[in-house]
């Protein structure tokens, strides 16, 4: 059989590039650490390293969720027990308060030192996490949850939202509680109420009702659950002309009072209960009160310092007082409880995140020994397989270069 001389060269050529290019994805293999450079070299491996590092990266962002969850719920914890603290101060103030011993001066004092506390549950309630959010305003986590208004009283502008993470592909955990259910929605020992302005109000400035307080538990009772409606009417409807309103039972419209001379910062009282509008609201503009089982957490301190405030030394203030006091005691035990309900909550959420971590810590490790044996080089073997491409090319090389030398000439 003849050999051309180009088939010669063109197949020691070859054979000499096979051997190169073998050699090249061994030293590639070795300087990376990688056995499948590209899927051509093992589709199927290929196939199962995308899927193994897609599994990881799911991993990894579960570990990142589980860690934003836990350092949440930690720093939430942690300002419940602090609250706790404050709560038992109040309980103390709230105790010496109802003291007979004390005399005004003593109870404004007691005062004094309760709106400091106000302020420090507040300050609590609009605390803030690492990425700037409220941790009790609901899905508001930018807005400010307690805003003082204008009338010098906390409101809750937050909402009723709950936020959950994933941490498992099976489950969610919540990583807060909002301040409405955890500080606003809390039992009240007695029967009581909130005030709202109406929206649609023309006045401006803005006139502001106060939360107002309770002056007479028994006669709230009898009017409970009953809803009241404060209308401001035509100058005209007093003689001379002067700013008055109507209230009326919300469910009938019945008037409870008619025809009543305003004037602004004075104390409206009706039903047992006594409330504030501050401001110059115009004819047409209403103020509505509700009645209510609940109370929130900073109006229950706020009315207690209201109390003491306003503190008349009879025999009727001295009752008013005693109610006060038994009834803040009383909401602030539901508080309490409110408190020590959500903690205990809280650890529950915790020990939760801790599990699914060590399981995503155990099924990591797994997951990355299946992929070392996918995608590691065994360095023992490949610097062995390099050793003997490096012979196999030398003995190539000098092979083609022997042949390519015959001629005939040499023959002659």
């Known amino acids: 059989m003849r050999i051309s001389t180009q088939l010669l060269f063109s197949r020691g050529l070859d054979n000499i590039q096979n051997v190169t290019s073998e050699l090249q994805k061994t030293q590639l293999q070795i300087s ?41 719920l930690e720093l939430e914890d942690s300002l419940l027990g602090s609250m706790a603290e404050v709560l038992q101060r109040l309980r103390e103030l709230t105790v010496q308060a109802g003291d007979g011993s004390q005399n005004a001066d003593d109870k404004a004092f007691i005062a004094s030192e309760i709106r400091q506390r106000i302020e420090q549950l507040a300050g609590m309630m609009n605390t803030r996490d690492a990425s700037g959010e409220y941790i009790f305003g609901g899905f508001q986590g ?13 409101e ?67 009017f409970y659950p009953e809803d009241m409606v404060i209308e401001f009417n035509p100058l005209s409807n007093v003689v001379p002309p002067a700013p008055n309103y109507t209230i009326k039972r919300a469910s009938d419209g019945r008037p409870i009072l008619s025809n009543q001379l305003f004037s602004s910062g004075l104390p409206i009282s009706a039903e047992g209960i006594q409330f504030e509008i501050i401001g ?27 109390g003491l405030e306003n503190y008349q030394d009879s025999d009727i203030g ?14 602030l ?3 309490e409880t409110r408190i020590l309900e959500t903690r205990a ?8 995140i801790e ?8 099924v990591e490790v797994l997951t990355k020994e299946v992929l070392s044996e996918l995608q590691d080089v065994d360095f023992a073997e490949a610097v062995s397989n390099l050793t003997l491409q490096s012979t196999i090319l030398d003995a190539a090389q000098q092979s083609f270069t022997q042949v390519t030398r015959l001629s005939l000439f040499d023959r002659l």
């Open 142 to 154: 930018r807005e400010q949850p307690f805003v003082k208004n204008a009338a010098g009283h906390y």
């Open 32 to 72: 990376s650490g990688r056995k499948v450079q590209t899927p051509a070299d093992d589709p199927v491996a290929a196939t199962r390293i995308l899927r193994i590092n897609q599994e990881l990266e799911q991993i990894s962002q579960y570990q990142r969720n589980i860690e934003l969850a836990n350092n949440r």
């Open 333 to 335: 035990t539901n508080a």
């Open 280 to 306: 110059d609201p115009v004819p047409g503009d209403t103020y509505f009160v509700h009645s209510s089982g609940k109370q929130g957490l900073l109006t229950t301190v706020e009315r207690l310092a209201d």
């Open 318 to 331: 001295r009752q008013a007082l005693k109610d006060l006091v038994d009834t803040t005691l009383a909401n």
């Open 156 to 222: 809750y502008r937050g909402d009723e939202g709950q936020r959950y993470i994933q941490i498992d592909a099976t489950v969610s955990v919540a990583i807060g509680d909002n301040g409405k259910r955890l500080f606003e929605d809390i039992p009240s020992a007695n029967n009581t109420f909130f005030t709202e302005a109406n929206p649609n109000n023309q006045a401006v400035p803005t006139p502001v009702i106060t939360q107002g307080r309770v002056i007479d538990q028994a006669a709230w009772d009898a």
């Open 345 to 352: 909550r809280l650890g529950a959420r915790l020990n939760t």
């Open 355 to 362: 599990n699914t971590a060590q399981l995503h810590g155990d």
